[in-house]
């Protein structure tokens, strides 16, 4: 038997997106069959076999739509390699789909189609419990899995009836489908910026007729950050989308640092960035920015074709030997905006950007400053912790110090009063690593480490230890180092705390720029406690985002005591409410690098 995939499971496919030339293959069986070879010709269509439906039915069978209507997405059509390949799918002799996958329908559902019904008793499994003579067939005696339930496949009917398997139904989603999987693969392709240190490759070949900077400069140009009415409208654009990317609505790419050639190395990154991006048991959830999936190929398996990969992406691997980690998005949504796909970039990257850094910074020893007094917090268990709230000392002296990190942190019991003590007689509290770290295990992986507290000028310094063990990091950044970043047009905050504490940090962007930490008096209305647990991004709407000096020296723009902000609170929506100062508690300049 021969297996044609049809973006199906055989050989991990899926993830390729891979549509193997079904009518070839069956061409060729035609003519080996006159030589006296014959063989089964079977079609994996277990994820894209729904597929099928962009093509089935005549185009005046599908519904009109509107692109001024609010939420409109267009449907992308199939590549004509792809679509000629379904239009002969039933040339298999078997055809494997899975329902719960590209058909939308509740898990479990699957089947197994066959041209000649005589070839399921290969598989059949006989047992007089459950079968009762030909008059009487049961499906569950039809596969090696045995009994099956009614219910799932009774579900798929009622889908496949309501909503229909042509263009009109099915084939509408799925096109619509493939549009977003096309603007993701747009996404990627330009997500790093030219002067990142970083490069990010999807599998696929661009389009015939592009060059890498003329597909860049068109979807920087005329998609980027556009609605989907005005990707539609642009000829230009819209042509290039129905041409680029897969087709079965699954990107598969990697990001190498740049100039880095070791295959392992780039294996590390793709790793890194996972474990950022996945929920692992005791992990925060809400602290996971994005959830994306990493997945690899094996280098005996995928031979030619993951070395052009490689090579592609700079690697060294003269024997190909190394199996190589890759990135995966499924794009599932009929209904995505584009706008928030390229604002999911912007998150990616930052994520790329601190996995980089994890990766190279070498251990120093870090400084935080207090930011918040001590509370006594008993959980529902009747655990005791007595936390508060630090700020890292962010400066653009060394690579291992570019950061902003706010987070919250607890210390025992006995150490309390030496904290306190101390906050009683100087105005600000700097706490120091006591042994050298990587500030990324500081903050993620290190369950506890030593802290020696000073008044940040050296003029005190405690020589007893306190002991820190991290409790919630809110924000966690490398500072941005693109010539490509720009001050935003007014400041912009980070607002995060609990219900006692509610503080307010000024966000870093372009250098020279500042660090600026204040506590507010109360919680902003209409600012949820779940959004201030999580934390958020203010616009303060009558300050500049760009630094004020005064006399030649920096000064903060916060000179009042109220101001009013706006932020993006649940479902996207814009909250405008008043933020009141209660106390200024730290200031900086952070120079150019």
């Excluded at 496919?13 to 010709?41: C, H, Q, W």
């Excluded at 042509?239 to 190498?256: Q, R, S, Y």
């Amino acid at each position: 038997a021969v297996v044609s995939t049809q973006s199906g499971h055989y050989g991990r496919a899926t993830e390729e997106s891979a549509v193997d030339p079904i009518r070839e293959m069956y061409n060729l069986r035609e003519d080996l069959k006159k030589k006296g070879l014959n063989f089964a010709l079977l079609a994996d269509g277990a994820w894209g076999g729904y597929f099928k439906t962009m093509i089935n039915g005549d185009d005046a069978s599908e519904k009109s739509h509107n692109e001024k209507e609010q939420g409109f997405v267009p449907h992308c059509p199939l590549t004509p390699y792809v679509e000629d390949q379904y239009a002969h799918i039933q040339l298999a002799d078997t055809i494997t789909i899975d329902p719960h996958k590209s058909g939308f329908c509740p898990y479990p559902g699957g089947a197994l189609c066959y041209r000649n019904g005589k070839m399921r008793y290969n598989i059949a499994v006989i047992h007089p419990e459950v079968f009762h003579g030909e008059d009487d067939p049961t499906m569950g005696v039809y596969g090696i899995e045995g009994s099956k339930p009614g219910a799932a496949p009774a579900g798929i009917l009622m889908s496949h009836n309501t909503i229909g398997l042509d263009k009109a139904g099915y084939g509408r989603i799925l096109g619509q489908c493939t549009t977003t999987t096309k603007l993701f693969y747009c996404l990627w392709l330009t997500v790093a910026r030219d002067d990142d240190p970083f490069t990010c490759l999807p599998l696929q070949y661009l389009p015939d007729g592009y060059t890498l900077e003329e597909a860049k400069t068109l979807i920087k140009e005329k998609m980027a950050y556009k609605s989907m009415s005005e990707v539609y409208k642009c000829t230009e654009a819209f042509e290039f989308l129905k041409k680029c990317g897969p087709d079965t609505m699954i990107n598969t790419f990697a990001v190498n640092i740049k100039g880095n050639k070791d295959v392992e190395k780039s294996n590390e990154l793709q790793i890194k960035m996972s474990d950022v991006m996945n929920i692992y048991v005791g992990s925060a959830a809400k602290r996971v920015p994005l959830i994306l999936m990493q997945s690899g190929f094996n280098a005996v398996k995928h031979g030619a074709g993951l070395a052009d990969f490689k090579k592609r992406l700079g690697l060294v691997d003269s024997d190909n030997k190394i199996d190589m980690n890759v990135m995966v998005n499924t794009c599932m949504n009929p209904w995505q905006s584009n706008e928030s796909i390229f604002l999911i970039g912007d998150l990616f990257r930052s994520i790329v950007l601190n996995c980089i850094a994890c990766l190279e910074d070498t251990k120093i020893k870090h400084r935080f400053v207090v930011v918040s007094d001590v509370e006594k917090e008993v959980s529902d268990e009747g655990d005791v912790k007595y936390t508060f709230f630090i700020e890292y000392l962010t400066s653009s002296n060394q690579k291992e110090t570019r950061y902003q990190v706010s987070a919250k942190v607890s210390l025992p019991g006995e150490h309390v009063k030496h904290l306190h003590k101390f906050k009683r007689h100087y105005e600000r509290v700097v706490l120091e690593t006591a042994s050298p770290e990587h500030l990324h295990d500081l903050m993620h992986s290190v369950k506890s480490f030593d802290v020696l507290v000073s008044d940040g000028n050296e003029n005190f310094k405690q020589s007893n230890a306190l002991t820190l063990t991290v409790v919630d990091v809110p924000r966690y950044q490398r500072l941005d180092e693109s010539q490509e970043v720009v001050y935003p047009k007014l400041a912009r905050y980070f607002v995060y705390g609990d219900a006692n504490r509610v503080i307010m940090s000024h966000v870093i962007t372009k250098l020279p720029d500042f660090q600026e930490t204040v506590m507010l008096a109360e919680k902003p209305h209409s600012l949820t406690p779940e959004l201030l647990d999580l934390g958020v991004m203010v616009s303060i709407n009558d300050v500049e985002g760009s630094p004020i000096e005064q006399d030649g020296k920096m000064i903060s723009p916060l000179q009042r005591d109220s101001y009013d902000i706006s932020f993006k609170g649940e479902l996207f929506s814009t909250i405008k409410t008043t933020v009141n100062i209660e106390d200024k508690l730290y200031f900086n300049k952070i120079s150019k690098l």
